[in-house]
C-alpha cells in the first residue's frame, strides 16, 4: 500500500491511497465465506459454495464491494498511523479507481487536529477580587444560621411577611382544573419568594380559612408557562420565632461555646470561600489570556457538532425538566434566537480551543495522570452527578470513558501550570500567592477543560 497526505487547510488533509489488489486477498476471501453463510444454491450444501459459482450466480461486483467495504477502515487506518495524523471523526472516502485484479484506490478527507504553538505564558498577568470579610458579611451569615433554628408556632391573626403558612391551592387555566394543579397542606414563608409570582399579596391580611384567587404564570408541570387562576386557601398561620443570639444560641446551633467563637469560625469560613473563589477566578482569567496568546484553528463540522450538542443538552435535558421550550427560555433570558445562536457559537468555539491549548501544554509539559489525581477527580464527578463512586466507576470503565476522564485531569493539571507561572495581583495591588487554594481550584480547571468533550468524544469514537 501507498498512501500521500494533502493538507487543504490547517484543520483538513486529504489522504490518498493506492493498494494493490493482492493485499485485498484477506477481504475478498472473508467477503466469499461471509456470502455462503448468506445464499442457498441448489447442489450445494451451505457454506460450501464455490467462488466461481457465487461469480456466476450474484456476480463479482457483490463479492468485490464486500471485500472493499470490509478493507477500507483497515487501509485507512494504517494510511493515518503512517502519516502520524490526529485525526477528529469520521473521514469522507471517495473510491476513485477499483479494477478487478489490479487495484483499488481511494482518497479520504478527515479533519484532523491542528498543529499548535504554545508561546512563553509566563508573562501573563491578572487581577482578582481581594479577599476581604467585613463585619456586616459575618453577622450575615450569623443571621443565617439564626433563620435555620427558628421555631414556629401558630397564631390566631393575619398572615404576615415572615409569617410561615400552611396552604391549599388549586390551579385552572382556561377554567379547567388542571390534574397535577391540586395541593394540600403546603408550607410556605411568605416573602420566600419560594412559590408563585403573585402569592404573597394574595396570603398577606389572610387569617387561617381565609381564601384568595389571583393570577399567575405556572412555573413547572402539565402547563408550566401558561397563564392560570389560581385559589389559595391559608389553612394555618405561624409565627416564626427567632431565637437570641447569646451564648446558649451558640451551643444549641455549633459545637463552640459562646457567639464570639461562632462568630470567629463564620468569619474564617467565609474567608476560605472568597479565596477559593479568588483561586477560581485566576484560572478562569488567566485561561483567557493564554487563548489570546495562541492561534487556534478551529475545524468546521467538530464546531458545529459541539454547538449541536450543547443545543440538544439545553432542550432536551435542561429545559425539559423545568417544563419550559427554547422559545420560552429566550423569552425569560430577553435574549432573540440569533442572539442565542451566537453565544452558544461564541462558547462552543472556547471551549474547543481550550481542549486543543490544554492538550499541547500536557504534551509540551509532558504531564501524566496517577492513580490517586484520577480517583480524586471521579469522585468529583460521580458526588456531581448524584451517583455513587462505584456506581459511576462502573458506567466509566463500560463506556470506555477512562481516557475521557484521564485528559480531565491532565488538563486541569496543565492550566496550573500555567496559572503557577503568572502574575496574579488583587485589586488591592498585592500578589496573590494561591499555592493553598489551587488543589481545591483543581477542579474547576479539570471542568474548564471538559468543555468541549462531547463533541469530539463523538467525532474520535
Not at 508573562?123 to 467585613?134: F, K, L
Not at 481542549?355 to 464527578?381: A, G, I, S, W
Amino acid at each position: 500500500m501507498k498512501s500521500a497526505v494533502e493538507t487543504l487547510n490547517p484543520t483538513r488533509v486529504r489522504l490518498t491511497v493506492e493498494v494493490p489488489f493482492e493485499e485485498l486477498k484477506e477481504s475478498l476471501d472473508a467477503a466469499y465465506k461471509k456470502i455462503n453463510q448468506q445464499v442457498t444454491v441448489k447442489g450445494f450444501r451451505k457454506g460450501k459454495i464455490p467462488a466461481r459459482v457465487i461469480d456466476q450466480r450474484f456476480g463479482r461486483g457483490a463479492v468485490l464491494e464486500e471485500a472493499v467495504n470490509d478493507a477500507l477502515p483497515k487501509f485507512y487506518t494504517e494510511a493515518v498511523n503512517e502519516a502520524e495524523l490526529n485525526v477528529l471523526g469520521q473521514p469522507e472516502v471517495d473510491i476513485t479507481e477499483l479494477k478487478d485484479n489490479e487495484t483499488l484506490n481511494f482518497t479520504a478527507e478527515v479533519d484532523i487536529r491542528p498543529a499548535i504553538e504554545i508561546p512563553d505564558y509566563s508573562g501573563i498577568e491578572v487581577e482578582v477580587d481581594a479577599v476581604e470579610v467585613s463585619d456586616e458579611d459575618v453577622e450575615k451569615a450569623v443571621e443565617e444560621l439564626r433563620e435555620r433554628f427558628a421555631s414556629t408556632s401558630p397564631v390566631e391573626r393575619a398572615a404576615e411577611d415572615g409569617d410561615v403558612v400552611t396552604l391549599d391551592l388549586e390551579a385552572k387555566v382556561e377554567g379547567e382544573v388542571l390534574e397535577d394543579g391540586v395541593a394540600s397542606g403546603v408550607s410556605y414563608t411568605i416573602g420566600s419568594g419560594e412559590l408563585l409570582e403573585g402569592i404573597d399579596e394574595a396570603v398577606k391580611g389572610l387569617e387561617a380559612g381565609g381564601e384568595a384567587t389571583f393570577t399567575s404564570e405556572l412555573k413547572g408541570g402539565s402547563a408550566a408557562g401558561k397563564e392560570s387562576e389560581v385559589t389559595v386557601k391559608v389553612t394555618q398561620v405561624a409565627a416564626r420565632e427567632l431565637p437570641e443570639l447569646d451564648d446558649d444560641f451558640a451551643q444549641l446551633a455549633s459545637e463552640f461555646d459562646t457567639l464570639d467563637e461562632v462568630k470567629a469560625d463564620s468569619r474564617k469560613r467565609l474567608e476560605n470561600m472568597k479565596q477559593y473563589d479568588q483561586a477560581t477566578q485566576a484560572q478562569e482569567r488567566v485561561l483567557e489570556k493564554l487563548l489570546e496568546l495562541v492561534e487556534v484553528p478551529v475545524p468546521e463540522k467538530l464546531l458545529a457538532d459541539e454547538i449541536e450538542t450543547r443545543k440538544h443538552n439545553l432542550v432536551n435535558h435542561q429545559l425539559g425538566q423545568m417544563g419550559l421550550d427554547l422559545a420560552k427560555y429566550l423569552e425569560i433570558q430577553g435574549k432573540t434566537e440569533e442572539e442565542f445562536d451566537a453565544e452558544t457559537k461564541e462558547q462552543a468555539e472556547k471551549g474547543i480551543k481550550t481542549q486543543f491549548v490544554l492538550d499541547e501544554l500536557v504534551n509540551k509539559e509532558k504531564l501524566n495522570v496517577n492513580q490517586e489525581e484520577l480517583t480524586e477527580h471521579l469522585m468529583r464527578r460521580a458526588q456531581s452527578s448524584g451517583m455513587s463512586p462505584d456506581q459511576f466507576a462502573q458506567a466509566v470503565v463500560e463506556g470506555g470513558q477512562v481516557p475521557m476522564l484521564v485528559g480531565e485531569v491532565a488538563r486541569g493539571k496543565a492550566l496550573a501550570v500555567v496559572v503557577e507561572a503568572a502574575t496574579v495581583k488583587d485589586t488591592n495591588g498585592e500578589v496573590v500567592d494561591l499555592d493553598d487554594d489551587e488543589e481545591e481550584a483543581a477542579a474547576e480547571g479539570e471542568q474548564a477543560s471538559e468543555t468541549s468533550d462531547s463533541a469530539e468524544e463523538k467525532t474520535e469514537a
